[in-house]
């Protein structure tokens, strides 16, 4: 399996346990001896756009999320290849 993934998962952007400091570190330990991983890349504003209101990504940039949530949507690596999108941790299954 591959896993998108990027170092900026790694912080803590609210006050969420599910969010707490060193939660992607310990996925990452449990499972990098079976995946590959591929850096993410952020999502194009239109792809979002497709998917969301312009309402509710300006919402998201207010609260300053925009660019992790971009990250976390991507879908494509550098590579051009395409994944199934999971909203856990920006996982994603490789459809190659």
């Given at each position: 399996?591959?896993?998108?993934?990027?170092?900026?998962?790694?912080?803590?952007?609210?006050?969420?346990p599910?969010?707490?400091?060193?939660?992607?570190?310990?996925?990452?330990?449990?499972?990098?001896?079976?995946?590959?991983?591929?850096?993410?890349?952020?999502?194009?504003?239109?792809?979002?756009?497709?998917c969301?209101?312009?309402?509710?990504?300006?919402h998201?940039?207010?609260?300053?999320?925009?660019?992790?949530?971009?990250?976390?949507?991507?879908?494509?690596?550098?590579?051009?290849?395409?994944?199934?999108?999971?909203?856990?941790?920006?996982?994603?299954?490789?459809?190659?």
């Amino acid at each position: 399996m591959k896993v998108i993934c990027h170092e900026d998962f790694k912080e803590s952007y609210c006050f969420d346990p599910a969010a707490a400091d060193g939660r992607i570190e310990a996925v990452i330990e449990v499972i990098e001896s079976k995946v590959e991983f591929i850096d993410a890349i952020p999502a194009d504003e239109e792809d979002i756009l497709a998917c969301h209101t312009d309402n509710h990504v300006e919402h998201v940039r207010r609260q300053g999320l925009y660019n992790i949530a971009a990250l976390a949507a991507s879908e494509f690596d550098s590579m051009g290849n395409h994944y199934w999108l999971s909203q856990i941790f920006g996982i994603a299954s490789s459809i190659e």
